[in-house]
C-alpha cells in the first residue's frame, strides 16, 4: 500500500529536490552553486537561483507592472547539476537509506551522512 504519498512521483533519473543546493558541471555556469527554486518535471530540468539569467522583455501590466526588460531565470537541464553535500562541501552522488519510520532520506555517498534533514 502506498497510502500517504500523495504527490506524484515520477522516478526522475535525479534525487534532486526543490531547495537543494546544486553545482553546475556544464555550461556558462559551470562551477556555480546555487539553490533549486523548481523541477520543471516533464522537461527534466530545474530553475537555480540567480543562474542561467536571461533577459527577457515583458509587456506592461498596468502602472503596478510596468514593461520593460526583466532578468528571469532559465532552466538548466537536470543532467548538469549535481547535488551538493554540505557537509563534504562537494558534489555528492546519494543513495538513499530507510529511517525505522519507513521514510526514505536521502545520503552522501562520499561521507555517508543523510543530505535530507
Ligand atoms: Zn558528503
Excluded: F, W, Y
Excluded at 500500500?1 to 535525479?14: E, F, H, I, N, Y
Amino acid at each position: 500500500m502506498r497510502a500517504g504519498s500523495a504527490r506524484v512521483d515520477r522516478r526522475l533519473p535525479t534525487s534532486i529536490r526543490k531547495n537543494d543546493t546544486v553545482l553546475v558541471i556544464t555550461g556558462k555556469e559551470r562551477g556555480k552553486t546555487g539553490k533549486v527554486l523548481r523541477i520543471l518535471t516533464e522537461r527534466g530540468r530545474v530553475i537555480i537561483e540567480r543562474l542561467n539569467m536571461v533577459k527577457r522583455s515583458q509587456k506592461g501590466r498596468g502602472p503596478q507592472q510596468p514593461g520593460g526588460v526583466i532578468e528571469k531565470e532559465a532552466a538548466i537541464d537536470l543532467s548538469n547539476v549535481m547535488i551538493m553535500c554540505e557537509r563534504c562541501n562537494a558534489p555528492a552522488r546519494t543513495g538513499s537509506r530507510r529511517l525505522e519510520d519507513g521514510t526514505r532520506v536521502r545520503v552522501c555517498r562520499r561521507c555517508k551522512e543523510d543530505i535530507d534533514r
